[in-house]
């Protein structure tokens, strides 16, 4: 089959796009941006939802395909990206235009809680999209899955990082269960329906073998990754977790906002014996979620993603309280003191002391900052440096204080050096 996948740059769309052609398929990939280094075997064709709304604009795109797959999703609205005109606007005219071309099949990526009793902008919005296409004289399939496990998936790396913790946040869900499935099920479900021959229910749950409560999910997960002991949770009440889901409604990149919230207490489970049929075996448990050669690598990058929150944060307090202590918290006379036998003139000691107190708590204040570059860890390395050449220089007694205030500064030099080496460029994806 000749196969247009929308959306195939995302999560869903490049393990879609990998399988489809691993799997023999002539696949066209539609993305807003043609990469520079593009695989052998796949097409690449430039799409952009946020312009193409109306039919007339997929005529071309849609020359010879027989089957057409959306994996177009956001989770969380932008200034650049809204629910109204991704989720819906240009897939009805995507849909629009299967009809009109003759499309075999059209397979749309929908989400479980897209239905009557939706009650988030994204579950509505996404069945606005469902029932459109399913009105219109195609062959068409809506695929609702759960939530969707692979590691380089954004909900992967949020859910592992809750699984390492000593203590996993557990908020009062009542009778809510998650039916978590794997990415490789979900694609293994689209390659099986590139067969318009296959006759297939209108809309199928793709979701895991079994439902699991939060904890027993992250216990499971937990294990997947290899992590020693049992998993200790931790009772989080539901007002807590709902002004937690109102505080990350305002954090950029935040996957917990209210919308998640909701969700999470309505439960995300369906049967499991449309996507077993489908697949010709039962969907992968949590536990298989991780191959065992992986897990080390896994465990890894899962356990940064709170440890470095935490290095970060510390080092935040460290400039900041040192700032404000120097600005006169510590007797002045003192630092005054110590300046004069640093060497700096009289006239210079102020500025140079509440320069640098101010110095240190911007530095401390840019840390917090959701989004930074690498150069701000390289100059808090600089100004380390710089103390500890002028203090070796001028004050070589204070390398055999019993305090150790400047030896102190070769492991604070070695996390900033981890962070410098770890911390991705908030510019790059």
Known sequence: ?????????????????????????????????????????????????NQADDPPAWRDLLAGVDIVVN??????????????????????????????????????ISALGADAQADTAYHRSKR?????????????????????????????????????????????????????????????????LADPARPQPARIALVGPRPLSWRAFLADLRAALGMPGRARFLPVPAWLAAAAARLGAWWPGMLFDLDAWRMLRRGNSADAGAIARLLGRPPRGVRAFIAPEDAAAQRTQATLRWLLPILRL??????????????????????????????????????????????DIVLGLLVLLPRRTRRLWAAQAALVLG?????????????????????????????LWLLYELERPWNTR
């Open 314 to 359: 510390s080092l935040a307090c460290l400039w900041i309280v040192t700032g404000v202590l120097s600005l006169g918290i510590y007797p002045v006379a003192s630092s005054y003191e110590l300046l004069a036998r640093a060497g700096v003139p009289a006239g210079l000691q102020p500025l140079a002391l509440y320069g640098a107190a101010l110095l």
């Open 1 to 49: 089959m000749k196969v247009l996948v929308i959306g195939a740059n995302g999560f869903l769309g490049r393990h879609i796009v990998r399988a489809l052609a691993d799997a023999g398929h002539a696949v066209a990939a539609g993305v807003r941006r043609v990469p520079a280094r593009k695989p052998a075997d796949i097409e690449y064709r430039a799409v952009d939802f």
């Open 71 to 108: 994996a177009v999703g956001i989770f969380r609205e932008s200034a650049h990206a809204t629910f109204q005109q991704l989720h819906v606007r240009a897939p009805q005219a995507l849909f629009a235009a299967c009809a009109r071309a003759g499309v075999r099949r059209v397979i749309q």
């Open 387 to 415: 103390y500890t050449a002028i203090i070796s220089w001028r004050l070589p007694e204070f390398w055999l204080h019993p305090y150790g205030p400047v030896l102190k500064n070769v492991p604070l030099l070695a996390m």
């Open 128 to 192: 606005a999209a469902d029932d459109y296409l399913l009105s219109l004289p195609l062959d068409a399939v809506v695929l609702q899955p759960s939530l969707v496990y692979g590691k380089d998936g954004a909900s992967a790396a949020l859910f592992g990082a809750l699984a390492t913790l000593p203590w996993i946040p557990a908020p009062e869900l009542g009778s809510a269960r998650v039916q978590p499935v794997h990415v490789d099920d979900v694609a293994a479900a689209v390659v099986a």
